[in-house]
């Protein structure tokens, strides 16, 4: 990763003490990557304007009442927009802006661009004023991404096939996979293996020395080892011999273990 510094330049962003939205309030579209994202960020700032939205290219709905600009990624102005972030406000909000990148929430980019133009204006201080509602729609963004990492993490369920490859198979509400990998690498560092999520079309490959993303609209992944199947029904046989009947409590079960992930656990299959 590239050091970032110890000062801050004439290179970073310039913040307008007030931003005005622009008069004819145009959506700026990006190529749905980060840098992209960024980029639309650095726009904005440097016109010194609130756009009507900040939207990927594949998901941006066109409206008849704003033009719409596609802005084409540039990836010094990126870098200059996430040195600045960093550098005057710390690697902990850039952190946040990348978790509320991976969201699903349509308005994300609107709101980070909103939540950074009041970080540089009044200090680090706003974070903690969640009665503003712009630190509080970014806020309820961040921790909805960050929990449904933490479930994922939670759930997950690898599958051993040949070639001694492990495979899990996810379906989350936001684009998780990139911040599950560094998770599962340190702690699986000498065994090859692959998350994928067929939400999002995100595949997280690791290969024992570091792992990468891969773009797929589907994988086709090779049947189980004959020994993967029978570990299965040991750990299911192992969940049932230790249920106490008398303090069978579904409702807390599915608190505790949401439904929309029981598919994927191998505790909850009943054909095993």
Known sequence: MISLGSSVSGETIAIAAAAKPSDEHP???????????????????????????????????????HPVEEVPTDIERAYRVRRGISVKLGEDVYESVRRVYLSDEQDKGIVSLRYLMLMFRSGRSARSDLANPTVADFTRIDRAVSNESHQNKQFLRFARIPAGIYVARISPKANVVPLMMDY?????????????????????????????????????????????????????????????????????????????????????????
């Open 184 to 272: 599962f690498a340190a702690r699986f560092n000498t065994q090859p293996f692959m998350i994928y999520d067929g939400v999002h079309h995100m595949a997280g490959v690791f290969d024992t020395h570091r792992w990468r993303l891969v773009r797929a609209d589907e994988v086709d992944v090779p049947d189980e080892e004959d020994d993967e199947r029978e570990y299965q029904r040991m750990w299911k046989r192992f969940y049932d011999a230790i249920c106490n009947d008398e303090r069978y409590n579904p409702g807390l079960r599915r608190q505790l273990i949401p439904k929309r992930f029981w598919g994927q656990l191998s505790e909850m299959n009943p054909l095993l």
């Open 27 to 65: 959506f700026l579209v990006y190529d749905s990557t980060f840098e992209g994202f960024l980029t639309c960020i650095f726009e904005a700032f440097s016109r010194h304007a609130v756009p009507a939205a900040i939207e990927p290219s594949a998901s941006c709905q066109l409206s008849l009442l």
